[in-house]
Nanobody
Framework: QVQLVESGGGLVQAGGSLRLSCAAS????????MAWYRQLPGHGRDLVAG??????HYVDSVKGRFTLSKDNDKETLYLQMNNLKSEDTGVYYC??????WGQGTQVTVSS
């Protein structure tokens, strides 16, 4: 069993920054693929950024603005989000390989 707890969401003006955190527990954190997804009301969850097989991937819309990092000692995944845009608004979910999801954290960017 894996537990994922996200934090760091909130309301920010366009151009601002937020850092999301995903604290993991329950298994060997360093060994597994992890990612952040975003969901809008009435839509499915879309991949934003992930660390898969040791490589970091970003969707084109966040390249150059978002940075994904993983602290294996703290068992925490981070998503640093800079120069936020209104289209970044959504509920952000942390995902761990094997089908594990956190509860989500709301990010709202006002224009």
């Amino acid at each position: 069993q894996v537990q994922l707890v996200e934090s760091g969401g909130g309301l920010v003006q366009a151009g601002g920054s937020l850092r999301l955190s995903c604290a993991a527990s329950g298994r060997a954190f360093s060994a597994y693929n992890m990612a952040w997804y975003r969901q809008l009301p009435g839509h499915g969850r879309d991949l934003v950024a992930g660390i898969m097989d040791g490589k970091t991937h970003y969707v084109d819309s966040v390249k150059g603005r978002f940075t994904l990092s993983k602290d294996n000692d703290k068992e925490t995944l981070y998503l640093q989000m800079n120069n936020l845009k209104s289209e970044d608004t959504g509920v952000y979910y942390c995902y761990a390989g094997g089908g594990y999801w956190g509860q989500g954290t709301q990010v709202t960017v006002s224009s």
